[in-house]
């Protein structure tokens, strides 16, 4: 929650701390902004939510764009991740490759447990 005496500090407010999430490697396509609020004296107040893991419905999405590459892996949707198996590493390689070109809106961050 940001806090300012009237909405021109407000947004510049926004923007340092914009500016320090992105110097800390975090998307800001996982940062959602809500519209400043003004009170009638003129004092300002802004939410800033920083999401984590992946909605319902574009965790669907994602699945259905990993089985549309047609590739021999297997996707599911657990709470909020989407876990990718398969027995080539190539083709493990050839989804993350996929879904980082395409653009979804959210960030993603792949982890890889096999050895």
């Keep these: 929650k940001l806090s300012a005496p009237d909405a021109s500090k407000i947004q510049a407010l926004a923007e340092i701390v914009l500016g320090k999430l992105a110097k800390r490697n ?34 669907k999405q994602v699945s259905g764009f990993i ?31 996929a879904v980082r070109a395409h653009d979804f809106p959210v960030a993603f961050q792949f982890q890889n447990f096999r050895d």
Excluded: W, Y
């Excluded at 996982?30 to 992946?54: C, F, N, Y």
């Excluded at 021999?72 to 989804?95: N, P, Y």
């Design 26 to 59: 975090i998307s800001l396509k996982s940062v959602e902004q809500k519209e400043p609020d003004i009170s009638p004296l003129g004092h300002a107040r802004q939410v800033i939510k920083i999401k984590q893991g992946i909605e319902p419905t574009v965790a």
């Design 67 to 97: 089985r549309d590459l047609k590739l021999k892996v297997t996707t599911q949707i657990q709470g909020e991740e989407v876990r990718v198996t398969g027995k080539s590493r190539d083709d493990l390689q050839a989804v993350i490759a």
